[in-house]
């Protein structure tokens, strides 16, 4: 009598654990990215979850932690490598020190509009970039576009390079990018963009070289009021996987994350103009006055973005001409 008892307590023990169980992931892998959700970073990644889901049959879950919940930007890399977290996509000049030629992107004034600066991320230099992860603990997945690094401020219009001087900027990490604050007599200042509103509120910055597709979802407006539309950068990410974890994974787990991958970025690259145009959009409708610049008045920037050039490698020179064809 007992062991009846006992064996249908362990009966419905099983029964009740498999139901538990049922749909449940056979493999979860950790996305770690510092923005919002609701930033074209943050969609797109959710776009990628919902691509693993059904193309894995609910087999593969990618569990995502955005706003740096896991680890800071600047860690991710490392932390990718060291196979502590699985999935990232950080901002492409982090990948500058595995190779430098990431740094293209962020040579100023480099691209004459948005639209070749995003046929230049969809041909064969981003796939090149993406590649060339490989062998460096990561393996690369895609090129996320997010929009161009335009100048803001407070309360200044920006219109030449001068209106810069003395101002302190926050920029994001690239040497070609201070150099070119430098030589506005600006002062480009680091800091990690969770302290950016706080900094522009207090007067602790006077403005941001970022990415309009950033500001709007944070509600930078609220802080910011002028912007001036010169192509400082282009801004995007890096999507790469943890080769630690990559070599775990079965040939049918590899081929369902690149499919689904491949799908998100192709969502992303349709929508990207768009999502620009809006965030431009949005801005404005929240009171930031949007300048855009003439051919000449563009002349002055581009003269000490070229001076920038000089500075540069040979191999980045090189490169440089490429994209501008010359």
């Not at 959700?37 to 193309?55: C, L, P, Q, S």
């Not at 603990?137 to 895609?142: C, D, F, H, P």
């Not at 690259?269 to 431009?280: F, G, K």
């Amino acid at each position: 009598m007992i062991r009846s008892i006992i064996a249908a307590c362990l009966s419905c023990f099983v029964i009740a654990n498999g139901a538990a169980n049922v749909g449940a992931a056979d493999l979860t892998l950790k996305f770690s990215h510092e923005v919002p959700d609701t930033a074209i970073k943050g969609r797109t990644a959710i776009k990628f979850a919902e691509a693993v889901k059904k193309n894995s049959g609910g087999s593969i879950e990618i569990a995502i932690y955005p706003g740096g919940q896991l680890v800071a930007p600047k860690e991710e890399i490392r932390a990718a490598v060291r196979g502590q977290i699985d999935i990232i996509a950080p901002l492409i000049n982090y990948y500058s020190s595995i190779n430098p030629d990431w740094d293209i992107f962020y040579e100023p004034l480099l691209f004459d509009s948005v639209e070749t600066a995003v046929q230049a991320i969809e041909g064969k230099l981003g796939d090149r970039l993406v590649d060339s992860l490989s062998n460096s603990g990561l393996v690369g997945l895609g090129f996320y576009v997010d929009g161009p690094f335009y100048v803001f401020t407070t309360d200044t219009k920006i219109v030449k390079p001068a209106d810069l001087a003395g101002k302190k900027i926050r920029i994001p990490p690239s040497a070609p990018l201070e150099s070119m604050l430098n030589k506005m007599g600006a002062h480009p200042i680091g800091m990690p963009a969770s302290e950016v509103y706080l900094a522009l509120q207090q007067g602790v910055i006077d403005g941001v070289v970022t990415t309009p597709t950033y500001a709007a979802p944070v509600k930078w407006s609220e802080v910011l009021h002028n912007m001036t539309t010169v192509i400082m950068a282009m801004g995007g990410y890096g999507a790469a996987i943890s080769d630690v974890r990559w070599k775990k994974m079965s040939d049918e787990q590899k081929n369902i994350i690149k499919t689904s991958m491949d799908e998100a970025v192709a969502w992303n690259h349709q929508v990207a103009l768009e999502n620009i145009s809006n965030s431009v959009a949005t801005l404005a409708s929240e009171g930031v006055e949007v300048t855009n610049l003439s051919a000449d008045e563009l002349k002055p920037w581009q003269d000490l973005a070229a001076q920038v050039y000089e500075k540069q490698s040979p191999e980045m020179q090189a490169l440089i001409a490429k994209v501008k064809g010359d």
